[in-house]
């Protein structure tokens, strides 16, 4: 690939990889979703942003069933030394989760006690069903016993950029997945 950005150290999944692969776990979802109706006769998706953007778009524009969109935002509070503490919801649904089929997209799946929390929220709430479709999965890092329902790639411990993963809020728009080169972050300047 040419133009990489200065940041990857190793761009592991390119666009048409992560396409492909996307369709296939679509297939799997549709199936899956196909074998009993979905209350009030649709799933509703739920991105958490900002990271999902991307891959939430590829797989909404593949995926044939009747769907809606709706988005949140969660915050992980951090003392300083993790980030991993206490997520918030900091943007909720405007949709009514009573009684509701909801498939969670996300970009990544670290300790998995972001996920964990919403999953609970969402329950909490009054969800029929929660089932979670995440892009990347890091298993090494997992704090919650969470597993994902669908997974396109599982991925070994490391910093990644692209594809909806940022680095300081930039570079989520790069159309791949990388590993970053963490050495050059020490005196990075946009
Ligand atoms: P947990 O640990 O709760 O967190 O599963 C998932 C969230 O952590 C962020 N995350 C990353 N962001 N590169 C990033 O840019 C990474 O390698 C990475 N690993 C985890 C991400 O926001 C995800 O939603
Ligand atoms: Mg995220």
Redesign the pocket.
């Known amino acids: 690939m040419k133009n990489l950005h200065p940041l990857v150290k190793k761009v592991l999944f390119t666009r048409e990889d992560i396409l492909k692969r996307t369709k296939e776990v679509t297939e799997e979802i549709e199936r899956y979703y196909n074998l009993e109706p979905l209350a009030d006769n649709s799933l509703l998706v739920v991105g958490?942003l900002k990271?999902c953007v991307p891959f939430y778009t590829d797989f909404c524009m593949n995926c044939n069933l009747t769907m809606e969109m709706d988005f949140m935002v969660v915050s992980?509070y951090n003392g300083g030394i993790s980030?991993?503490l206490d997520?918030t919801v900091s943007l909720d649904l405007k949709t009514d989760v009573r009684g509701r089929d909801i498939l969670i997209v996300?970009?990544?799946?670290?300790?998995?006690?972001?996920?964990d929390y919403v999953k609970n929220y969402l329950f909490r709430k009054g969800a029929k069903s929660v089932k979670i479709l995440t892009m990347l999965d890091?298993p090494s890092?997992r704090r919650t016993d969470l597993v994902p329902d669908w997974s396109c790639f599982t991925i070994e411990p490391?910093?990644?950029?692209g594809y909806g993963?940022?680095?300081q809020e930039k570079i989520r728009n790069l159309p791949y997945v990388a590993i970053c080169d963490t050495e050059k972050l020490k005196d990075w300047k946009w």
């Not at 996300?106 to 996920?115: A, C, N, S, W």
């Open positions: 958490l990271g992980s980030s991993d997520p996300e970009d990544i799946i670290d300790t998995g006690l972001t996920l890091k890092g490391a910093f990644i950029i993963l940022d680095y």
